[in-house]
């Protein structure tokens, strides 16, 4: 009996002691923290006026290129996202005395002090010259904390390349920093209106500058879009089939390099909404001779066509676009009911249904980086563009604008920029579908063309070099 | 079992004995009994055990489009009013001094023969002063402005702003206290949130793959005694940006009685690492 006691009790004992982990957070030195996302801040930038380093009599000229020079380099600053233009004003040292380098380098140079007061964090110094038609720019620029060179280059070119010089070294400068290339010489086609009933589609430069009409269709010409290595487009125009004596929407590809034109794909219907895959080899696109529109893959010589989606009952599968890693296909259907987002594997198995919201979900676009997809999304009575990630989590709007009249505008068509931080898109807020790019966390938003024309599905090229 | 049995003796269920024996067990019972939930409370007084994760009740509506963030700018500080009295008083407020001292000999020269103070006074320009009196205020204006547009810049690139959105709300839930190790997480918590709103990083340092560590001791107010870079990521840069944040959030949260002398003795490791964003 006793023996029986004692036993419970040392059991009861041993019971209550032992799941016991009494882990020490502490660790061998105190405690431990990680710190992983800081508040990122903009950097002062002072770009003071070009100087032309040029002979007098080529003044003239002269003056005008500096100004473009001038404008296209501050304008890419301003939209990397890193710097804060500072206010010329707020310029203590008038730029015209002094020389393009430190005073501690060469006589009569600039003063740090004068640009360490005003708290400028990096300077840029240029001097131009033009000699004829030849252009040369040297550049020096500076961190003021540390009073050091960070990268100091002389471009030539022609003076018709003005601008190309310009984007070339903000491109420069931001590899030089970042360690990132830049996006300063990437391009956007897009399809613009020209005659009355008329749409050919137009290259430009990321900034609106430069325009340069691809087709000449003399009917519509619409949604173009990139190959992955950014030397081929593909775009779909109203053509003439002599035989049936009707026109139908075809398949083109145009080359940039060579400029040979390629009919790709000219079944009854649709053959439209296109976008290459990753591996350059082949185009996705609506097709719709089968009765409804459908998503296919189609080799670039237009043999080997698969079919992807297999829609009954009226369903429409269109817009495709294959994600920058290769593994998925985002497109838009209406095999719920209304337009909704989806994706899908390569080989078109797996579907999954991305959006619940809304009522007209369309054009999906994703990020370089295959995380997030763009779309617009019908909100009542206009549409706006949305931002969510892969699986569909966390979406936001980017969007938001008033026309003139007070209602609500129309922002379509998103594609983003080859580092993923921008957003292009098209808005009737002045009246006219405009194009404009807003920070794909919808902070920013930046007016890109200022005409009387209407864009149309406008896509942003890859990184060029 | 109740066979009358004339023999107490033989009937163990009713003898005095049985009786004795079965009160002292019921004694015993209740004394183990009270004795176990004795030990346990003292166990779970002395010894904490692992507490179970709580998490707050998350609550989505998935029906309706989120707005659009719009980030708030501050209203327009009244600096302007005090840059046009500083303007009219004091003609040459962004005057270099200290520069001046570091320079050799000649260069004072130099400096001193800046336009608006010309010592000289039977030329004294009025309409060149004015003029350097305006320019001087242009660029008071232009560094206001241009701290407005940085203080407002602030909020705009938190990785991880509360965004209330259209239709999703976070729901507080209920969390415990009392729990040592959950306090002690609140504690460590509240201090990386402190030291994470303070640290400024240039956005072109964005990507740069690089990590600072540094130890810090703090007093039982939360107030700074010492900090030492353990590890740092060669960068100037970047080293003079962490110190700078743990320098703004001090005085930290003060450390719950049973770490104080932890953190004194040992202090506070704090990893800097910008993850990719």
Redesign the interface.
């Known amino acids: 009996m006793r023996l029986h006691?004692i036993l419970?009790?040392i059991v009861?004992?041993l019971l209550?002691?032992s799941?016991?982990?009494?882990?020490a957070?502490?660790g061998s030195?105190?405690?431990?923290?990680?710190?992983?996302?800081?508040?990122?801040?903009?950097?002062?930038m002072a770009i003071p006026p070009f100087q032309f380093t040029g002979s007098p009599n080529s003044a003239k000229n002269g003056i005008e290129i500096g100004k473009e020079l001038y404008d296209v380099f501050k304008n890419d600053m301003e939209v990397s996202?890193?710097f804060?233009l500072?206010?010329p004003?707020?310029?203590?040292e008038d730029v015209r005395n002094v020389g393009l380098r430190p005073a501690t380098i060469e006589s009569g140079g600039f003063?740090f002090?004068?640009w360490q007061?005003?708290?400028a964090?990096f300077l840029v110094r240029v001097g131009y010259r033009v000699l004829g038609d030849s252009l040369t720019v040297d550049t020096y620029t500076y961190y003021v904390?540390?009073q050091k060179l960070i990268l100091g280059k002389t471009y030539k070119s022609t003076v018709n390349s003005v601008r190309t010089v310009a984007h070339t070294f903000a491109n420069d400068l931001v590899k030089e920093?970042?360690?990132?290339r830049g996006i300063f010489l990437s391009k956007i086609v897009v399809s613009r209106s020209t005659r009355p009933h008329e749409k050919e589609i137009f290259i430009m430069d990321w900034d609106g500058g430069n325009p340069r009409q691809v087709t000449n269709h003399r009917s519509i010409a619409q949604s173009p879009t990139w190959s992955f290595d950014g030397k081929m487009i593909a775009y779909s125009a109203f053509a003439y089939h002599v035989k049936e004596k009707t026109r139908n929407m075809d398949l083109f590809t145009y080359s940039l390099e060579t400029g040979k034109r390629l009919l790709v794909s000219y079944r009854r219907g649709i053959n439209s909404g296109a976008s290459f895959t990753p591996d350059g080899r082949s185009i996705l696109l609506t097709i719709s001779n089968e009765g409804t529109p459908d998503i296919y893959r189609i080799n670039l010589d237009g043999k080997g066509l698969v079919r992807l989606t297999h829609s009954t009952g009226g369903v429409m599968n269109v817009e495709p676009v294959m994600s920058p890693d290769g593994k998925k296909i985002a497109f838009s259907s209406t095999r719920a009911g209304r337009p909704m987002i989806y994706v899908m594997d390569a080989d078109g198995s797996n579907v999954k249904r991305l959006t619940?919201?809304?009522e007209y979900n369309s054009t999906p676009a994703w990020s370089p980086d295959s995380k997030r997809i763009a779309f617009a999304?019908l909100?009542k009575t206009h549409y706006?563009i949305?931002v969510m990630n892969a699986d569909g989590t966390n979406?936001?709007?980017?969007?938001?604008a008033k026309k003139p009249n007070g209602k609500m505008a129309n922002n379509e068509d998103p594609s983003f920029s080859p580092d993923g931080r921008y957003i292009l898109f098209r808005s009737d807020r002045t009246g006219k579908y405009q194009l404009y790019i807003a920070s794909a966390d919808?902070?920013f938003e930046r007016r890109i063309t200022f005409d009387q024309h209407e864009y149309f599905k406008p896509r942003w090229s890859p990184a060029f070099e | 079992m109740t066979s009358a049995n004339l023999n107490p003796q033989a009937n163990p269920s009713h003898s005095p004995q049985t009786d004795e024996r079965l009160s002292r067990y019921i004694g015993v019972s209740l004394a183990l009994h009270f004795a176990f939930f004795v030990l346990l409370a003292v166990r779970a007084y002395v010894m904490p055990s692992e507490p179970r994760p709580l998490e707050r009740a998350i609550r989505v509506d998935i029906v309706a489009l989120p707005d659009k963030q719009v980030a708030q700018l501050p209203a327009p500080r009244p600096a302007e009013e005090s840059v046009k009295a500083e303007g009219k008083t004091s003609p040459e407020p962004l005057k270099p001094t200290q520069p001046v001292a570091a320079a050799p000999p000649k260069l004072p020269q130099k400096t001193a023969a800046r336009p608006a103070a010309k010592q000289d006074p039977t030329k004294i320009n009025l309409n060149k002063t004015k003029k350097n009196q305006e320019a001087a205020l242009k660029r008071l204006q232009a560094i206001e402005k241009l701290r407005n547009m940085q203080a407002s810049d602030k909020p705009a690139r938190q990785q991880t702003a509360s965004t209330v959105v259209k239709g999703n709300e976070i729901s507080q839930g209920n969390s415990l206290t009392g729990l040592t190790k959950i306090e002690h997480e609140n504690y460590t918590e509240s201090v990386h949130d402190e030291i994470k709103r303070h640290w400024n990083l240039p956005q072109w340092m964005a990507n740069a793959n690089m990590s600072a560590t540094v130890r810090i001791f703090i007093d039982a107010n939360g107030g700074l005694i010492k900090k030492e870079m353990i590890r740092s990521s060669k960068n100037p840069v970047f080293d003079q940006s962490v110190m700078a944040a743990i320098d703004a959030s001090v005085p930290l949260p003060r450390p719950p009685s049973h770490l104080e002398n932890l953190i004194a003795v040992r202090g506070i490791e704090i990893e800097f690492t910008p993850s990719g964003n």
């Open positions: 006691s419970t009790v009861l004992t209550s002691l799941p016991l982990t009494a882990r957070q502490e030195g105190g405690l431990y923290i990680k710190v992983d996302s800081p508040n990122f801040k903009k950097s002062v996202g890193f804060t500072m206010n004003s707020a310029f203590i003063k002090e004068s007061q005003i708290g964090e904390p540390q920093l970042t360690g990132q619940f919201a809304g999304g909100d706006d949305f979406m936001i709007r980017i969007t938001s919808g902070e």
